[in-house]
T-cell receptor, first 112, second 115 residues
Framework: GENVEQHPSTLSVQEGDSAVIKCTYS??????FPWYKQELGKGPQLIID?????GEKKDQRIAVTLNKTAKHFSLHITETQPEDSAVYFC???????????FGKGTSLLVTP | DADVTQTPRNRITKTGKRIMLECSQT?????MYWYRQDPGLGLRLIYY???????NKGEISDGYSVSRQAQAKFSLSLESAIPNQTALYFC??????????????FGDGTRLSIL
């Protein structure tokens, strides 16, 4: 089955700096890659996703890049703010598949 | 996501008890999922359902069962709870599409503790 590795497990940045979280996947058939943000006491919330026919996608301060050859994808958050502090999960799935295979999460702390 | 409601939000119970966690959604989605979250392990799929008559096992279904009572309702049962089932449980929904994955939307979870 699909194996998704996520790094780093914890990340601390100063407000205004950029944060980058990286994930690798094992199944070359995977073609859907969402990113979720989970705040304390809440469920994961989709923040951005990318499909394999696209190399990069942006939404305001958040961007995701995908390298299909290397089988890795990354989340980039620019101009970080304290409210960006949360646990972020990457996931991978293949076409019309049922399962999202999640990474183990990155705890991001943005300090003022 | 208020459109996906899980009850109860917290539950403490004893080993051997039968537990039911409930999930209801107002998003009109056909697909529903149950995940388990453990510290440091991410989320793992327990069961999923593509419609009322379709139930499938996920990665970690042993010790669990589900029931899809209606399009909007999907419940998870632990027939005889054991301490290593202590975890955070999430329900999720997604729209259906024949050839592409659709985003999954999560409820706020049920924190289950088994003593």
């Amino acid at each position: 089955g699909e194996n998704v590795e996520q790094h780093p497990s914890t990340l601390s940045v100063q407000e205004g700096d950029s944060a980058v979280i990286k994930c690798t996947y094992s199944d070359s058939a995977s073609n859907y890659f969402p990113w979720y943000k989970q705040e304390l006491g809440k469920g994961p919330q989709l923040i951005i996703d990318i499909r394999s026919n696209v190399g990069e996608k942006k939404d305001q301060r958040i961007a995701v890049t995908l390298n299909k050859t290397a089988k890795h994808f990354s989340l980039h958050i620019t101009e970080t703010q304290p409210e960006d502090s949360a646990v972020y999960f990457c996931a991978a799935s293949f076409n019309s598949g049922y399962a999202l295979n999640f990474g183990k999460g990155t705890s991001l702390l943005v300090t003022p | 996501d208020a459109d996906v409601t899980q009850t109860p939000r917290n539950r403490i119970t004893k080993t051997g008890k039968r537990i039911m966690l409930e999930c209801s959604q107002t998003k009109g989605h056909d697909r529903m999922y149950w995940y388990r979250q453990d510290p440091g392990l991410g989320l793992r799929l327990i069961y999923y359902s593509f419609d009322v008559k379709d139930i499938n096992k996920g990665e970690i279904s042993d010790g669990y069962s589900v029931s899809r009572q209606a399009q909007a309702k999907f419940s998870l049962s632990l027939e005889s709870a054991i301490p290593n089932q202590t975890a955070l449980y999430f329900c999720a929904t997604s729209d259906s599409a024949e050839y592409s994955n659709q985003p999954q939307h999560f409820g706020d979870g049920t924190r289950l503790s088994i003593l």
